[in-house]
Every structure is written in C-alpha cells, then in structure tokens.
C-alpha cells in the first residue's frame, strides 16, 4: 500500500460516474424510483434529515453504542489475548471455548440477547460486542504470537528480563495487529449494530432504516445506508492515519 | 592467557534415537576461546556451526556436554554474550540510537552516559548521522553496522556472530569485515573482545580470525582447527598477499569432500 493511500481524484471517480449514470437512468425512467429513487430526491431527502436533526441524532446514537461496544472489547480483548499469546497453556485452556462460541454469528445472539436484556440499549452494545470482541481477540493473539524469534532472542541476549521483554519487545511488536483488530473490529461493529437496531433499539442508524421501510420510503432507507457507508469508511481512514501518526516505524512494513 | 568460553564435548541431537526424524547435529565438539580471540566455526550447511552458536547464545540447550563462560556454566541467553545476527533483529519501532541503547539502559546507566557509549560506537561503525532513522530507512549493511553497534556497546563477554554477512551483498561485505575487527579489535586500551564468528565462507573466515574451527557435517564435528597467522590490523593488503589465497585454498581442499551437492 502506497503511503498516502490512493489519491483523492482516483477515490471519488467512480462514485460520481455511479451517481451520474443513475440519476440519468432515473430521469429517462429506466428504473422504477419506487424501488430506488434518483440520486437527486436522496441528496433532497438527506437534507431535510440533516436539517431537522434526525439523521445526526440517530448516527450519534449508533455512534456511542459502537464506541462503549468497543472500548470494552479492547479492554477485555486485549489484556485476554495478550495472556493466551504469552501461555500456551492458557491458551489451550481457553481454545475450545473460544473456538465453539466463536462461529456463532453475532446475529444468532440477538434472541437471546433480548431475552436477557430486553429491548434497548444494552442488548445492541452486547451484540455490537461480541462481534467486535472476538476481532480484537484473535488479532491481538495472532500479533503476540507472530513476534518474530529474533527479536526476542536479541532482546534477552541484551540483557532482558521477561518483564522488559513483554513491555519492551512484545508490546511494540504487537501494536500493528493491535490496530488491524481495531480496525477489523469497527467493520464487524457496524455490521452487527445496524441488524441489532432493526430488531431491539428505538434510536439508531440501524433503526431509522427499519422505520423509513415501514413507511416505504426508499429515499430515506438509502439516506440511512449511505450515511454506514461514509462513516464507516472515514472511521477506517482515521484509524489508518492514527496507525501512520503513532506507529511511524511501520511505513516500511506495510503490506 | 585466560580460558573465556569453553565448549567441552558438545552434542547435540534432534528427535528420537530410533525414529527417522533424529538428526545428529553435532557431536562432541570441543573448543576452547582464549581472551580476545577471533574464532570462526566454518563449514557447509548442516555442520551444526549455527547450532552451536545457538547452545552458547543459550537459545538452545546441549544433548551432551557444557559451556562455560568465564568458568561458569551458561543457563539461558543472557547480557555476558551479545549476539549479532544473519536478519540484524533490530527493534523496527526504535531509532538507531535507541536500538544501539536498549541493553544499556536495561543495565540502569544514566542516560547521558548511554548516549556517550552509544555515539562513541555509531560513529565507529560509521553511522553518525543516522542516529535517529529508524531500521526500515537503513540499507542492508548499515543495519547490520547498526546491530553490531548495539552488540559491543553492551560490553558483553564474547561476542556471538551468526553468520552476519551472509545477506550483505559483496561488495559492503568486503567494508564490514574490516568494521567488525576494528569494532572488536583493541581500542582506547581495552583489549580486544573475544568473538564466536559462524560463516560458510572460507575468505571471511581466514581474513578475521585468529583461529578456524572447520566443520563437517552429518554429524557435525570439528575436523580441524587452523590457526591464522597473519598480522593485525588486517586490511585490504591482507586479501592480496599470496599467504591469503594459500591458506584460503588449503582450507577449501579440506572441505570440498564434504560439499555435496543438494
């Protein structure tokens, strides 16, 4: 990957010419705007929704949910996943477990998910947290684990005790796996949450998709699809330039 | 002179004894290292050279036999035998200055003086200037120069060298081989650092060492050790004398019935 990622102009082309070409099929009426409206009614659509408050207030729900989803998935994720990479035997312990609940998509959790917790607010975090929790997991394991060998017997031929060596050479070596689970793990979470919103929430990116169906209003459900979309790819973009800032030493080693 | 690393007897073996996966890597390896001296373990791959670099390192444990530095037993890596390796294992997060620190500040010098032994050592294996690029922005043989400098600034022991030059195209190979003897070598009145240097190249062998320990594989054994008797400091004019090519050649007469061919 180049180190300014792809230029600006290469990003937005095709996009453009997508929007373009649809609004002219809409026009000519090529598609039926009942099933997907024309660009135009939808920029006209997000407006009103960004004007009246609705849409920003919906996405800073979801927004939230994602956040504290999140925050407590690293904060078990990581500190468990540093532990299972450290000890084998841990981690033959905790295999098996991990391995059967892992498949069980987060979706499946819904049902039982409101039964515990009932409609609302806790149920969309858990799910949102199982999903992210296990990206952060299995990357941040995958990362202790592929601390190369080298490193570790410099390190300890240098005079390391194995405190030094899991804060000083472990820890560091970690960090770029650490930031490709985070980043993992805000896709998985936008994935989980809108479903869980359809389903138990009353706010919500995922529940104002759900609520525009009812009342058949394909503008607003695609305001609200677009609306994942471009958050979704500027908080990738931000964590990737976070990496960039906080990691400088990987430049080089970028795949 | 004092004894500072004695191999005595050293085996090593892989897998079980009647299974098909045992591998007889060395047996029974005896050598001694003097204070200060330069001694290559040279042989074709498969003669156990880095393997026994690796039982002195304390990565790896003996089958038979022992190790001691300075007369004691070794049990596990540690600061008394640095180790410079073929891949450098260079920290990538930190700079040249920091990697060149990192095993002085675990001895819990003051800063300053890190930094003093740390430039000291930069500057000789010609890096002044690059103090604060990270690995990634370094070539090949300045990483290497870079791993060498973190290694002696350590003030180990003995040094361990596990075929260092062997990813550095020829032509900087040539440059490093007189900045690991001017690194290692006597200077400011220390003496000289007593060094275990693995190669498979018969040229680098005869040029730094004082002495060469040729190896045979299958199983890995000493078959002879040759003493180099060439003045030092060693420098270009050292490859060009006819007693270089003689002894190079003798060398590879002893060897080449062990070459086969993959």
Known sequence: MRRGGPRLAHL??????VIVLWEICARLEIINPIFLPMPSRIFAAAERLLADGELLRNVADSLQRIAFANIVAIGIGVPLGFFMGLYRPFEEIMDGLINLVRPIPPLAWIPL???WFGLGEVSVVFITLISAFFAILLNT???VRGVDKS???AALSLGAT???????????ATLPSLFTGFRIALGVSWMSI?????IAASSGLGFMINYYRELLRPDLILVGMLSIGIIGFLMDRALQWLERRLLPWRVGLHL | MAIK???ANVSKHYGDADEDDFVQALDGVSIALKDGEFVSFLGPSGCGKSTLLHIVAGFERASRGEVRVNGKPIAGPGADRGVVFQDYALFPWLTVMENVTFGLKLKALPPPECRGIARELIGLVGLTGFEDRFPHQLSGGMRQRCALARSVANDPEVLLMDEPLAAID???RNALQEEILKVCGARDGRPGKSVIYVTHSIEEAVFLSDRIAVMTPRPGRILEIIAVPFERPRSDGTRLAPEFTQLAGKIWNTLKSYVRPD
């Open chain 1, 12 to 17: 937005v082309i095709l996009p453009i010419a």
């Open chain 1, 113 to 115: 998910a409101i039964v």
């Open chain 1, 141 to 143: 394991i995958a990362g």
């Open chain 1, 151 to 153: 490193l570790i017997r």
């Open chain 1, 162 to 172: 194995r405190r030094v060596l899991i804060t000083k050479v472990v820890l560091p």
């Open chain 1, 194 to 198: 809108v479903a869980a919103e359809l």
């Open chain 2, 5 to 7: 690393v004695d191999i």
């Open chain 2, 170 to 172: 020829a032509l900087t």
